[in-house]
């Protein structure tokens, strides 16, 4: 007799809703709905959500129409289709009786839509599930909204924890670095050139003999070890050549040289030349073979843990003369 019935928003809808932001924000609502919380980019902010919750906490709370509203809508709709019920009195009543159970604008909403939709005068069941359709639509809007504002505020506490350890982590790294300096003076590096230093290890090729793995590294850094402490130094300097070099400031074969010239044991040689280089007085200075495979054998030349406890036994030899 007749298909499925299915509402859908339509643009009209939202020019005359009587809530307007829900119906603005529908299909992003309905598609957080139907998605993890945790994957979905795009989140409604806080103001908006309350406004939402209010507009439907406000639509699901109207009253049923009353009989006469009912049966007006009854009649248009029966009035809409060639073919009458063969009793009519009784459907009218019937189909009445259900429409009274569901606010006005509800009922007038389905009933739109059934003449829409429908080429046969609907059974009241299917009257019901039109209105049931338009109603849990608007439950699904506020599930959606208040499981939003859920996901919102903890997607808030979770970026506050992180910066809170971050603070916390950058305020250790410092002080330990500060103390390293103290100790060690120009051989150790400042807290502002950690992050380079771990990027030359992220360029380097893994597993080369006598290279010292990242971990390793910063254990050993942690404890205030010597080597580990002139290592740290040489991965600056090629971290903070590899930053430039991604900058366009200087070239493949001068971030190159610079780790060659960090292998060599001359870290504070480089860093001149990177200084200037940052300062628009790029030197004359280049290597031989300059490839992303010869970056990294340098890379890791510079980083072998025999080469850094010898540097840093000669340092300490010199500081103690």
Known sequence: MSKDIVIRPVSAVAEFSRMPTAEQHADTLLEFVSRPADSFR??????TLAVIADEVNAVLATPPAEEREARTEIAV????????????????AAAAKEASRWPADVVREARRTIVRTLKFLPSVAELAGACESIQGRRRLLLIAAERMERERQRRETEERRRAAAEAQRQAHRIAHHTALRN???????????????????????????????????????DGAQAWAVALGRRAAVIGYALRLQRAGVVGLDFA??????????????????LDRAEAGDLPEIGHPTADLDTLRQQIGAALDRDACEAEAEDFQARRAA
């Open 42 to 47: 795009g989140l409604l902010d806080a103001r």
């Open 77 to 92: 709709m029966i009035g809409s289709f060639p073919r009458q019920p063969d009793n009519l009195a009784v459907y009218i």
């Open 183 to 221: 100790e060690f003076g120009e051989l150790a590096i400042d807290a502002a050139d950690f992050e380079d230093a771990v990027t030359a290890y992220r360029h380097a090729p893994p597993g080369l003999p006598g290279m010292v793995s990242l971990a390793d590294w910063l254990r050993a850094h």
């Open 256 to 273: 190159v040289a610079t780790a060659a010239t960090a292998a060599r044991g001359e870290a504070e040689e480089a860093l001149r030349m």
